[in-house]
């Protein structure tokens, strides 16, 4: 779908500066090298809180694939959507390599909520809630894709000292693990404020989960702690 559909939630720099990294997306030592650290942890998450075999599961802001291809090795019937062209091509690339079955679109949430509600068992939105104009119209949206009984799982930033100093001068001036400029402070978004957003769109916080990643070791782990990066479950009331 082109991106001149009813929703215009996105930020054009945003999808460019994360284009410019398509083509080293599955580059364990690439641009994402933290990501591919982060997967298997944000997958299990998931897998403990939602049956995957044979579910309907959504993956909203999937760029390159990577979470969308390991929910789909589960069993789970796999929707992906992003508006940067380049991300999708890389991913549907892959999808050749790997005969991982993935049904990519170049789709905003909002759009996709317009015509298929109550469709998704569950739903992911990973790192993108932070680079979006509107979040709570992305998770409005998947309120409504969700079936009853459905859970929407979230991962983001929070907006603290410490997430500042470990994502932004850490990351991306220091280790050099992120491009410089990945992240904007000011779109940080607290635990309080994203249970605002869900409360609003009618869905029952279940669980709030610090993530941290340990680039020694190049992995993660679930932690106490969200100061820096968290995820978050969500269910629609059955």
Not at 28 to 52: C, I, S, T
Not at 115 to 136: G, N, R, W, Y
Not at 153 to 167: C, E, G, I, V
Request: charged share 20%; glycine share 8%; aromatic share 6%.
């Amino acid at each position: 779908m082109s991106m001149n559909a009813a929703s215009d939630n996105f930020s054009q720099a945003e999808l460019d500066k994360f284009g410019a990294l398509a083509n080293r997306w599955w580059d364990p030592d690439g641009p994402q090298k933290a990501l591919h650290a982060l997967n298997p942890v944000r997958l299990d998450y998931v897998a403990q809180r939602v049956p995957l075999p044979g579910a309907n599961v959504l993956d909203v802001g999937c760029g390159g694939g990577l979470l969308s291809e390991a929910l789909a090795k589960t069993g789970a019937k796999v929707t992906a959507i992003d508006l940067a062209p380049e991300l999708l091509k890389v991913a549907r690339l892959h999808r050749l390599e790997s005969g991982v079955g993935v049904d990519y679109r170049q789709q905003s949430v909002e759009d996709l909520a317009a015509e298929a509600p109550a469709s998704f068992d569950a739903i992911t939105c990973m790192e993108m809630l932070e680079h979006v104009p509107d979040p709570s119209s992305i998770i409005g949206a998947c309120a409504t894709l969700l079936k009853p009984g459905g859970r929407l799982f979230l991962s983001t930033l929070n907006r603290t000292p410490a997430a500042f100093a470990l994502a932004i001068v850490g990351a991306e001036y220091v280790a050099r693990l992120l491009p410089k400029g990945t992240h904007h402070y000011q779109d940080f978004i607290r635990p309080s404020e994203l249970a605002a957003w869900l409360r609003g769109a009618d869905l029952q916080l279940e669980d709030v989960s610090g993530l941290a990643y340990e680039p020694w070791r190049n992995g993660a782990r679930l932690i106490r702690r969200t100061d820096v990066n968290y995820l978050a479950c969500a269910a629609k009331p059955a």
